[in-house]
């Protein structure tokens, strides 16, 4: 397994929500023991989860009896880079945002001034 695509967390939840980390080797171990634990699954299972781009509960959150979290470990979510287009107003956004107005392409901002 590589170690810098899989993250994991406690489970605990704070005022910005989960924090998510890289595990170390001695993480992993932990998480994989825990999984055992918690999931009732063998080594060769939970190992075979995680390489398979699945995730795993390993262990109840530090405030569990409030929040009925697991901390969790996994795969990370690969996400896309964002496209950005020029637009003839001049900004530059995401291509999901460029609008078509009569003088152009138009950023959201200027789409009313330019149509």
């Known amino acids: 397994m590589n170690l810098s695509q899989m993250s994991f967390t406690t489970g605990y939840v704070g005022s910005m929500g989960k924090a998510w980390k890289t595990p170390t080797e001695a993480d992993l171990e932990k998480c994989i023991v825990g999984a055992m634990e918690v999931e009732g699954k063998t080594r060769e299972q939970v190992i075979s989860i995680l390489e398979s781009g699945g995730s ?46 009569s003088l152009g392409s138009s950023c959201p901002d200027c789409y009313d001034r330019m149509s």
């Open 56 to 101: 795993v509960k390993w262990c109840e959150s530090p405030n569990f009896y409030y929040d009925h979290s697991y901390g969790v470990i996994g795969t990370k979510r690969n996400s896309k880079p964002v496209q950005m287009r020029e637009c003839a107003c001049g900004h530059t956004v995401p291509a999901s945002q460029v609008m078509s107005a």
